[in-house]
T-cell receptor, first 118, second 109 residues
């Protein structure tokens, strides 16, 4: 099956710093990637849809200037949490959809990145 | 508004069968997904239903009734490793995935 790799898995940073998370599709081209945030014991919350070569589409309530998304190639999307604060501490997960042949819309998820802001 | 309902938590015994229900109210319907998520890990795909009926895949089966806005995930011959959260998600008319809050399944020996 399709593989999505996310890096880093864990990151601890000081308040006010910026953190970049990478999401790569290793064996397929992903024109669209999705970024989710998940707080403990809660479901996935879609933050934004990242389209290769164009601006990301953000969900209501998600600050575009705080969560910068770049999808510069068909295999890489990045999420940068700018000026991170403790309330940004969460589990961030990316996913991509492989569209080759019978699309069931199955999403392939990265391993997730746990961000802790001190 | 759009809504996905599933039980918060369920407990079952190793070797037994458990059914996790999911009801939904969405703007349109383009498929229902079940994902498994172990604590601290990303979700993994289990099943996809777009037509009414039962889809069987090994120990796991998923059922859909579009007229009732209802699905269930059936897990047979439960193993300890099946302890996880099970997420129900519906793709709406805009092809957006609407996620349920997940059902935490606890398996006891």
């Amino acid at each position: 099956g399709a593989v999505v790799s996310q890096h880093p898995s864990w990151v601890i940073c000081k308040s006010g710093t910026s953190v970049k998370i990478e999401c790569r599709s290793l064996d397929f081209q992903a024109t669209t990637m999705f970024w989710y945030r998940q707080f403990p014991k809660q479901s996935l919350m879609l933050m934004a849809t990242s389209n290769e070569g164009s601006k990301a589409t953000y969900e209501q309530g998600v600050e575009k200037d705080k969560f910068l998304i770049n999808h510069a190639s068909l295999t890489l999307s990045t999420l940068t949490v700018t000026s991170a604060h403790p309330e940004d501490s969460s589990f961030y997960i990316c996913s991509a959809r492989e569209l080759a042949g019978g699309d069931t819309g199955e999403l392939f998820f990265g391993e997730g990145s746990r961000l802790t802001v001190l | 508004g759009q809504n996905i309902d599933q039980p918060t938590e369920m407990t079952a015994t190793e070797g037994a069968i458990v059914q996790i229900n999911c009801t939904y109210q969405t703007s349109g319907f383009n498929g229902l997904f079940w994902y498994q998520q172990h604590a601290g890990e990303a979700p993994t795909f289990l099943s996809y239903n777009v037509l009414d009926g039962l889809e069987e895949k090994g120990r796991f089966s998923s059922f859909l009734s579009r007229s009732k806005g209802y699905s269930y995930l059936l897990l047979k011959e439960l193993q300890m490793k099946d302890s996880a959260s099970y997420l129900c998600a519906v793709r709406d008319s805009n092809y957006q995935l609407i996620w349920g809050a997940g059902t935490k399944l606890i398996i006891k020996p």
